[in-house]
């Protein structure tokens, strides 16, 4: 049972290191489509490219802060050991404050999409509208969200296992 236990701990962490860089890299470039509307779009455009750079400025904020919280438990290496206590608190606090931050992000994305397929693209030629970042946007947070829910359980039970074999609650490390 421990095996299997660290197994799906180490590959979650993992799991989680790559959602949060690619949510990372997503609001990284997140604008890059959206820049033709600030040039060649309309004032109505211009106003909502505006609108979204704050909503970038924001996710890219969380992101970087959801990268560094990821790197956390690899420093701590919870991808090999069971957690201690620190390590523990870690993983509740690294789930509690990326859900609730991606629960808000998650409420606006479909706004902002509607206010985007709302704009009248017909003045501009050879633009092509997309919404694949915001698509990918709610699917990372979504899955980012699922896998901490998943590792926390984890935790909690090869924290509990930890306990079992008399092993002392506070790690060296963690």
Known sequence: MKKYLMKAQSNI?????????????LYLGFMTHYYELFYDGTSEMFEYYKKLQIFNKEAFNLAIQFLLFALVLLV?????????????????????????????????????????????????EDYIPSTFVFDA????????????????????????????????IIRKLI
């Open 76 to 124: 701590f290496e919870l991808h090999k050991n069971r957690p201690g206590l620190f390590g523990l608190a870690l993983v509740l606090s690294m789930t509690v404050f990326v859900s609730v931050n991606s629960f808000s992000l998650i409420d606006v994305i479909p706004k902002y999409k509607r206010g985007y397929l709302a704009l009248d693209f017909t003045s501009m």
């Open 137 to 168: 946007g709610l699917l990372l947070h979504y899955v980012l969200i699922g896998l901490l829910l998943a590792f926390t359980v984890i935790a909690v039970a090869a924290f509990i296992q930890r306990l079992k074999d008399g092993n002392p």
């Open 13 to 25: 962490v993992y799991a989680i290191e790559v959602v949060s860089a690619a949510l990372f890299v």
